[in-house]
């Protein structure tokens, strides 16, 4: 048995974002019945919390507007969460009439991509987030914040610590359970990872509350992820097969390839609770009905393997 290296967690959760991260941002929409066998697949393989679908505007992601046909399909999945991004009352309007138990919002550190991806200032869509956050919190739902663009802007290049630091403060005010530092475009290092989690928790936030969030353009999201682990994170986002982007990011590519994040935390000897075979088969036959191979390393080197 590998025991885990010192200072690093024993268990990670893995937070699955490949059924809303990752076909969100498809060219074309994956028929509901196959996001629903994609999502019992990932299940059956031992994820336990599989981010199902957004109810967004259907006309700001078409990819993702068949949420009404979708969540009842997978709702009854024993032992899973399926938490769903909700951009405002509307959005948790619908998330509540199918009974959805998690939801998230989702803010920007930046007032570009708060304009872009949900038509507001940054202010204006924190004041949005206020009460859907308070009705979510009353109805007993949990409750996710995600910030995007805490590492770097397509369109404001650098963004500044204390910009992600304020806007992750006005979340947990509202009473989210937790946070997910999105690295929307790819570009964070491990030291800028340090620097963020050191400057959060000087404000007080706990690393057990902080989620991580990686897209993977520039190769950097398993070193960044090791990095956050280091600082005592131990929930991690990542998608099966390295699907995903952000539609209304240009530079946004795929997230951390579950798989790839399977084998670094596999052989550090920390335990996840998912079969990394059955996760390859999973992306695989996606990778088959999405028609082209998938980004991951890993699903391609063990696909090969067993060639
Ligand atoms: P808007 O165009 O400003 O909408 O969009 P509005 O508030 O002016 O409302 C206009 C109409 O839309 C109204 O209908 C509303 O009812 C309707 P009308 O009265 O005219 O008939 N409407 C809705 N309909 C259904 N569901 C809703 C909804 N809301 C309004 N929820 C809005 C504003 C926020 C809705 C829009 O910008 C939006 O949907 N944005 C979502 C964009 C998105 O999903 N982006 C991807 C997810 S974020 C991401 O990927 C990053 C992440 O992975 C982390 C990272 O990597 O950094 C999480
Ligand atoms: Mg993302």
Known sequence: MVVPDRGL????????VGARDGLQNEK??????????FVRRLADAGLTTIEATSFVRPEWVPQLADAERLYPLVRDLEGVHLPVLVPNGRGLDRALALGATRVAVFASA????????LNRTLDDSLAVFEPVVARAKAERLHVRGYVSMCFGDPWEGAVPIRQVVRVCGALRDMGCDELSLGDTIGVATPAHVRALLSALGEEGVPADVIGVHFHDTYGQALANTYAALQHGVTTVDASAGGLGG???AKSATGNLATEDLLWMLQGLG???GVDLGRLVATSAWMASRLGRPSP?????????EEQ
Do not use: G, Q
């Open 28 to 37: 074309s929409t994956v028929p509901t019945e196959v996001k629903a066998e």
């Open 296 to 304: 991951s390393r890993t699903v391609r080197a063990l696909s090969h």
């Open 270 to 272: 920390i335990d996840t």
């Open 246 to 248: 952000c539609p209304y």
């Open 9 to 16: 967690p024993a268990r990670v959760r893995i937070h699955e």
């Open 110 to 117: 930046t007032e570009s991509f708060a304009k872009a991806n």
